[in-house]
């Protein structure tokens, strides 16, 4: 009687809402975590996030000091254990680190405190490598790479197949090299990796490589600019007609991409040391006379959550060019170049969760 029960209250389910339950995507965002420790990095992050006109783009566990200065410094279990909890509420499946091969120990904090964490609530993680960095390494790095791979952590997708990220492509590591990786994996008991290249001709390059799918880390319209577009403008034509649409027409197997934003001002008013083409810009008001510069370039959380379900919806549409069913937002922490979910600092002190509850509800009705 029990299994009757159950078989027609199944049946009371909508087919549609059944169909999209069986089709819900994996949906990742990438980390750039310059945001732990007090290195050089964290001193340029805070330089560029100091004016108070960017206040409210600080990640919810920095500190606004006097004179309108900031502080900025996430390295503690508890903050990377909050932010997975922040992550889960949102819905999302895995977080993409930037790897650093060891070179920026800084840098590597953000991956080191989440895999300590006992607790990761469901959230997975991939590598996003890069390919000047892989070149400099060489296939020593494989091992490093494999291992992660091991961890069962660690996001698959198309029947457990490692997810693996490259950003911009390898020069020096060509094709033969990349297929030793995968024959290292499989010889650790694991299927091939996914190999996805993310970067400028990423097709022409991807079929070059032997990868199996493309995408975007970001998408910059109008690239480094202190007249940045519109949100709105970034999602309907630089991501919707020139990425997505591009996709569709030339028929390029993918990962889909989906973006938080892009707004570089920060940087062009005091650039980082590692944007040397960037020529400054200050901005000459008294940090006590500024306000906050938020335009129609900085996302709503409603038009976050609703580009995200229209890549949801472009995901499900084209699962012939998406086989591994897989989103990647930028970005998760991206504050000072324009792209973030991670919560902010509010004006009362206590974290914005705002584009975390608005994402809930567009991921939180599928499964996780």
Request: hydrophobic residues 40%.
């Amino acid at each position: 009687m029990t299994r009757r029960i159950a078989t027609f209250s199944l049946l009371l389910v909508p087919l549609a809402a059944l169909n999209a339950a069986d089709d819900a995507p994996i949906v990742g965002a990438i980390r750039w975590d310059g945001w732990y420790g007090d290195g050089g990095v964290v001193k340029a992050v805070e330089a560029s996030l100091g004016q108070p006109k960017y206040h409210f783009r600080l990640p919810w566990f920095a500190r606004v000091m006097d004179e309108g200065k900031v502080s900025i410094n996430g390295d503690s279990q508890a903050i990377m254990e909050q932010e997975i909890a922040y992550a889960a509420l949102a819905g999302l499946n895995y977080w993409a680190f930037v790897d650093y091969l060891g070179e920026a120990p800084g840098l590597s904090i953000g991956l080191n405190r989440y895999l300590a964490a006992k607790d990761k609530k469901g959230i997975r993680y991939c590598l996003v490598e890069e390919g000047a960095r892989l070149d400099k390494a060489g296939t020593k790095a494989w091992s490093c790479i494999v291992e992660h791979f091991r961890n069962p952590d660690y996001q698959t997708v198309l029947d457990s197949r490692p997810l693996l990220c490259l950003f911009g492509k390898t020069s020096k590591i060509g094709k033969a090299e990349w297929e030793e990786l995968k024959r290292q994996t499989i010889a650790a008991g694991l299927k091939a990796p996914y190999l996805v290249l993310m970067g400028w001709e990423a097709e022409k390059d991807r079929a070059a490589l032997g990868f199996d799918a493309i995408s975007e880390y970001a998408c910059s319209g109008k690239g480094y600019t202190t007249d940045p577009e519109t949100y709105e403008r970034l999602t309907s034509h630089s991501v919707s007609e020139k990425v997505w649409g591009k996709w569709k027409r030339e028929l390029t197997p993918c990962i889909t991409f989906a973006t938080a934003g892009w707004d570089t001002r920060p940087r062009q008013e005091r650039p980082p040391s590692w944007c040397s083409w960037v020529t400054a810009t200050p901005d000459p008001t008294p940090w006590h006379q500024q306000k906050p510069l938020i335009d129609a370039t900085t996302a709503t959380p409603d038009e976050i959550a609703a580009h995200v379900r229209a890549a949801i919806e472009w995901t499900q549409a084209n699962r012939d060019l998406n086989p591994a069913n897989a989103i990647i937002i930028y970005a998760w922490n991206e504050h000072d170049e324009g792209g973030w979910l991670q919560p902010t600092l509010g004006d009362d002190g206590k974290p914005d969760d705002a584009r975390i509850q608005s994402l809930a509800k567009v991921l939180r009705p599928f499964p996780r």
